[in-house]
């Protein structure tokens, strides 16, 4: 399976971004798919999950803010956020977990103050 991650980039504290994350194989519906983050000298983080069940679960420091969906019919997961603030600004990867855990390359967040 191939996570190939796009949406990140430069944008102001307040400002939106959108990532998304495609997914080579149709075995995506039946999994559970994550939104990871790892800035300099930090470990990554869970920011959010979503089941197959359409079951999410967020960091509480991007509640409110953050959004993931995903559309199972393009393989697709998506990650809305909103209200971005500087501690955002990370390398985002999106995760997908079944028999084998898959990472995407990631794609880097900047959010200027």
């Known amino acids: 399976v191939q996570l190939v991650e796009s949406g990140g980039g430069l944008v102001q504290a307040g400002g939106s971004l959108r990532l998304s994350c495609a997914a080579s194989?149709?075995?995506?519906?039946?999994?559970?798919l994550g939104w990871y983050r790892q800035a300099p000298g930090r470990q990554r983080e869970l920011v959010a999950s979503?089941?197959?069940?359409?079951?999410?679960n967020y960091a509480d420091s991007v509640k409110g803010r953050f959004t993931i969906s995903r559309d199972n019919a393009v393989n697709t997961v998506y990650l809305q956020m909103n209200s971005l603030k500087p501690e955002d600004t990370a390398v985002y990867y999106c995760?997908?977990?079944?028999?084998?855990?898959?990472w995407g390359q990631g794609t880097q967040v900047t959010v200027t103050s």
């Open positions: 995760k997908l977990s079944a028999t084998y855990v898959y």
């Open positions: 194989e149709s075995a995506f519906s039946r999994n559970t």
């Open positions: 979503i089941t197959s069940a359409g079951i999410t």
